[in-house]
């Protein structure tokens, strides 16, 4: 099983930039696709990047353009990269393998206006 582990979360104002780490222990990262998904009070859980094995990205059209997602085999980690943050992006973000169905634990990521 994959175990994830997310950093980088806090408080924004508007306008700013912050980036997400999910450190994930197991062999297998390299091969996996990963993702970021994000949750808001009362809201359900949504697709925020997804990352494949090879590296082809997509997004959700509330992001594009402004969040990058991207890997790093060699240190087992996935990143988003997040600017020009909204007030609109506050949710706990976390971070997904969803091919052995492994969560992280969760990050607050709150954007001030």
């Known amino acids: 099983q994959v175990q994830l582990v997310e950093s980088g979360g806090g408080l924004v104002q508007a306008g700013g930039s912050l980036r997400l780490s999910c450190a994930a222990s197991g062999s297998i990262f390299s091969r996996t696709a990963m993702g970021w998904y994000r949750q808001a009070p009362g809201k359900q859980r949504d697709l925020v990047a997804r990352?494949?094995?090879?590296?082809?990205?997509n997004y959700a059209d509330s992001v594009r353009g402004r969040f990058t997602i991207s890997r790093d085999n060699a240190k087992n980690t996935v990143y988003l990269e997040m600017n020009s943050l909204k007030p609109e992006d506050t949710a706990v973000y976390y971070c997904?393998?969803?091919?052995?169905?492994?969560w992280g634990q969760g990050i607050q990521v709150t954007v001030s206006s």
């Open positions: 997904h393998a969803p091919f052995v169905g492994s």
């Open positions: 990352i494949g094995s090879g590296g082809s990205t």
